[in-house]
């Protein structure tokens, strides 16, 4: 694995990326370069290494 600790990222999010990386290494692109463009689109696509039930969720007061 890239650089930096994954131990935040759910076990979902790790196989996203895996999934992804592979997609990347099918269409000729090395290996490090697809884990790092795996990681960056899970965490523009997440928000990065959160778990779920973190409190993100923005709750409404009436």
Same mark, same amino acid.
């Given at each position: 694995m890239s650089k930096g600790d994954k131990s935040?990222?759910?076990d979902k999010q790790k196989r996203k990326a895996e999934h992804i990386e592979e997609?990347? $290494?099918k269409r000729g692109v090395s +290996?490090? $370069?697809a884990e #790092?463009?795996?990681w960056a689109t899970v965490n523009k696509q997440d928000?990065?290494?959160n #778990? @779920?039930? @973190?409190?993100r969720?923005? +709750? #409404?007061s009436d």
């Open positions: 935040a990222y759910t997609g990347y $290494e +290996h490090d $370069e #790092k463009r795996a928000g990065g290494g #778990k @779920s039930g @973190s409190g969720a923005n +709750h #409404k």
